[in-house]
């Protein structure tokens, strides 16, 4: 008999895997990847069961839900804080997957985000003090949508005429984005009146969005936009047009589909919902316009997208996740005294992981093994 | 006219100085794409070195002081740059290792990267910070090994003195790395092979070329140079000089991204490139432009590479376009 050289291991693509053993391998990768953050911080010298206690504690609150002093019901301060991140980072994620669907790589969700923010601020900066609320709030939840929705329709133009690279394009334009709004901030007119620190001013009443349980409403909308966005994509024609086009343009363009019309309504959209994620931010959470307006959401985002493989619904759990991170991380600080950088550093290890596990979902590994025909799998 | 003489030396010094650290970094991203790795974890990679090479030094003053003894100022530039480097490669390997082995999406990869070596970075800088009662920074010898050196008479001749001669190490050291990076990728055969990979991973695979070890290698010394880019930020820049900064590198990997594109992936191009974009970031101290706020100034260098890209594409031209498999994996079984 003459000796094969089998290789130690082989790797062969599976057929299909059991919804319950990928939620299993899911799952498992999230506690070692959790298990790895502890190991680091008890490596330091702190309890990591603490940790993650206090986190947990520090992004809920005591009660997570109560009645306040003035006798309405609302969220505890802490869940106050982790509900507007996740409705940040939700928004943004299911933005970005609009793009992400058609195989169109925009990573410039933080610059729509901010351009979106730009453009509903100018509304509250030039009439907050003049229009009534209702017409303000449209006014400034319509400039932000065009205005991220066209910011995001510059790249998608040239990747659709000349096929320029919109990875590269769309991250550049979050810088130009960012220091757009470093110039308004020395703007005396976007100022404090009396005033020459560079500060965009705090924006009057009229613009801030109504709060239900005590965050803004925009927490809500995120969870129907989520549905919405689902339903968009599984049940209507132009959800099936992006998913051809993803998959191949030539496809799409033999089946009669117009590709470049696709390409710059998709992009519009997807820039549209990521400059209403800025508006929200800025009639709902802070009420002000800052370069740290968009939070890194724009890139945080892409995980969230990409963890909850691109289904709108998933992406609400992971942006929940993520965001109870975040926002964990400040009391570990006052509490333990660990950095809450510790948080960035934590997100990224369990991302990591999650990205890794996939390739165990999607192959299967066949081990050699000392009988003759012999299979080990995993 | 001496005024205008300095100015002008002033501002090339500067532009020099500044374009330094994008130097070493866009060094390394064009080793890891010419592999088709498009690595976005660059700003990551320079988080990881900034704070290795920084705390290692710090660590190893604290620990000859602990002992009794006088710590060397060279020993602590050595030790800091071999940290900085092994960070930024060990921020690689985790990259390669999910993308090239695992086969995950390199895009998400990257940013991950980002994500992670930020907070590794500022996460370390604090918690040394707070060891050392406040803030952490390396002692005034070690400081000195990172600022300009003096080569005797040379640094005094008129012009070219301050014009050449007036750099700290790591500027030179970024020189050298750019000549032989040139080298290797236009006349050598490995480099030839790797540019081969980048284009084309099938064909490269089939003419018996080892392509996960070209890619591996590829990405971690180019990570090991996005952690030099990072060491040259917390230990040389005059923003830091040695002192530990929250979010030191603050958009520096970016830029070192967006260089590789506006010097068209070649790593003598990336050094003029380096320069313009030096340039650019200090010439608001130097030649303010009337009428042209200070806060524009910012924009110029991302509106310079999305006008590169642009060109690029309307012109199609092979030669300075992206390595053809960039930012695809390569599967052997799935050809």
């Given at each position: 008999m003459t000796r094969t050289h089998e290789p130690f291991v082989r790797v062969v693509k599976r057929t299909g895997i059991q919804r319950r053993k990928a939620v299993l391998f899911r799952v498992l990768a999230l506690f070692c990847a959790l298990l790895m953050g502890g190991l680091l911080v008890a490596l330091l010298g702190y309890n990591p069961f603490q940790m993650y206690g206090d986190m947990i504690s520090g992004a809920i609150g005591k009660t997570l839900i109560a009645v306040n002093k003035k006798g309405v019901l609302e969220f505890s301060t802490s869940a106050q804080a982790t509900l507007k991140i996740m409705t940040l980072l939700l928004v943004t994620a299911l933005g970005l997957t609009m793009a992400f669907k058609m195989r169109f790589w925009n990573i410039g969700g933080e610059g729509q985000i901010l351009v979106g923010a730009i453009c509903c601020s100018y509304f509250a900066v030039h009439y907050g003090d003049t229009w009534p609320q209702w017409l303000l709030l449209s006014m400034m939840f319509l400039a932000g949508c065009i205005g991220g929705g066209i910011y995001g329709l510059i790249p998608a133009f040239f990747k659709a005429k000349w096929g320029t690279n919109e990875t590269l394009?769309?991250?550049?334009?979050?810088?130009?984005?960012?220091?757009?709004?470093?110039?308004?901030?020395?703007?005396?007119?976007?100022?404090?009146?009396?005033?020459?620190?560079?500060?965009?001013?705090?924006?009057?009443?009229?613009?801030?969005?109504?709060?239900?349980?005590?965050?803004?409403?925009?927490?809500?909308?995120?969870?129907?936009?989520?549905?919405?966005?689902?339903?968009?994509?599984?049940?209507?024609?132009?959800?099936?047009?992006?998913?051809?086009?993803?998959?191949?343009?030539?496809?799409?363009?033999?089946?009669?589909?117009?590709?470049?019309?696709?390409?710059?309504?998709?992009?519009?959209?997807?820039?549209?919902?990521?400059?209403?994620?800025?508006?929200?931010?800025?009639?709902?959470?802070?009420?002000?316009?800052?370069?740290?307006?968009?939070?890194?959401?724009?890139?945080?985002?892409i995980s969230v997208s990409w963890l909850a493989g691109m289904n709108p619904l998933l992406m609400v759990v992971y942006s929940c996740f993520i965001a109870v991170l975040q926002r964990g991380s400040n009391r570990i600080q006052t509490t333990m005294g660990i950095p809450k950088s510790a948080a960035d550093m934590l997100t990224g290890i369990i991302l990591f992981f999650m990205l890794g596990v996939e390739f165990f979902i999607n192959y299967q590994l066949i081990f050699r093994t000392r009988r003759v025909g012999g299979e080990a799998t995993l | 006219?001496?005024?205008?003489?300095?100015?002008?030396?002033?501002?090339?010094?500067?532009?020099?100085?500044?374009?330094?650290?994008?130097?070493?970094?866009?060094?390394?991203?064009?080793?890891?794409?010419?592999?088709?790795?498009?690595?976005?974890?660059?700003?990551?990679?320079?988080?990881?070195?900034?704070?290795?090479?920084?705390?290692?030094?710090?660590?190893?003053?604290?620990?000859?002081?602990?002992?009794?003894?006088?710590?060397?100022?060279?020993?602590?530039?050595?030790?800091?740059?071999?940290?900085?480097?092994?960070?930024?490669?060990?921020?690689?390997?985790?990259?390669?290792?999910?993308?090239?082995?695992?086969?995950?999406?390199?895009n998400v990869t990257g940013l991950t990267l980002t994500i992670f070596g930020t907070g590794f970075g500022n996460f370390f800088g604090e918690l040394l910070g707070k060891e050392a009662g406040g803030f952490v920074q390396v002692s005034a010898a070690t400081k000195a090994m990172f600022s300009s050196l003096h080569f005797g008479a040379l640094s005094n001749i008129p012009v070219l003195g301050p014009l050449l001669f007036n750099y700290n190490w790591m500027v030179y050291f970024s020189l050298i790395v750019m000549g032989v990076m040139a080298w290797f990728l236009a006349k050598s055969r490995r480099g030839l092979n790797l540019r081969a990979v980048g284009e084309n991973p099938a064909t490269a695979d089939a003419a018996g070329v080892n392509v996960t070890l070209y890619k591996y290698m590829a990405t971690v010394v180019g990570g090991a140079l996005c952690g030099l880019g990072g060491m040259y930020i917390s230990m040389s820049s005059t923003a830091c000089a040695g002192v530990w900064v929250h979010d030191c590198v603050n958009g520096y990997g970016w830029l070192a991204v967006a260089l590789v594109i506006f010097a068209m992936w070649s790593p003598t191009r990336a050094w003029i490139c380096g320069l313009v974009f030096g340039a650019l970031l200090v010439v608001r101290n130097y030649y303010p432009i009337p009428g042209l706020p200070m806060q524009i100034y910012s924009m110029f260098p991302y509106i310079a590479t999305i006008l590169v890209l642009i060109f690029v594409s309307i012109f199609q031209v092979k030669e300075y376009a992206q390595p053809a498999s960039c930012g695809l994996n390569y599967f052997r079984e799935e050809r």
């Open positions: 394009f769309t991250l550049m334009l979050n810088y130009i984005a960012i220091s757009f709004i470093t110039f308004l901030q020395y703007q005396p007119s976007w100022q404090m009146s009396g005033t020459t620190f560079p500060k965009i001013r705090d924006f009057s009443v009229t613009t801030r969005l109504p709060e239900v349980l005590g965050v803004h409403i925009g927490w809500i909308i995120a969870l129907i936009l989520a549905v919405l966005a689902f339903l968009y994509f599984a049940k209507t024609k132009h959800g099936y047009e992006i998913t051809v086009v993803g998959e191949s343009a030539n496809t799409a363009k033999y089946a009669g589909m117009n590709v470049t019309r696709i390409i710059l309504r998709t992009m519009f959209i997807s820039g549209a919902i990521c400059g209403f994620a800025g508006f929200l931010q800025v009639s709902g959470a802070s009420g002000t316009l800052t370069t740290d307006t968009g939070g890194g959401a724009g890139f945080t985002a | 006219m001496n005024g205008d003489l300095n100015n002008i030396l002033n501002f090339i010094t500067m532009a020099v100085l500044a374009s330094a650290p994008l130097l070493l970094a866009t060094l390394g991203e064009i080793l890891t794409e010419k592999s088709g790795n498009l690595n976005l974890g660059v700003e990551g990679m320079m988080f990881m070195g900034a704070i290795a090479g920084l705390g290692a030094a710090y660590r190893y003053e604290q620990a000859v002081t602990l002992a009794g003894g006088a710590p060397s100022a060279m020993v602590a530039t050595i030790i800091a740059t071999i940290a900085a480097a092994g960070a930024g490669a060990l921020g690689a390997l985790i990259y390669a290792f999910l993308v090239v082995t695992l086969r995950a999406n390199q």
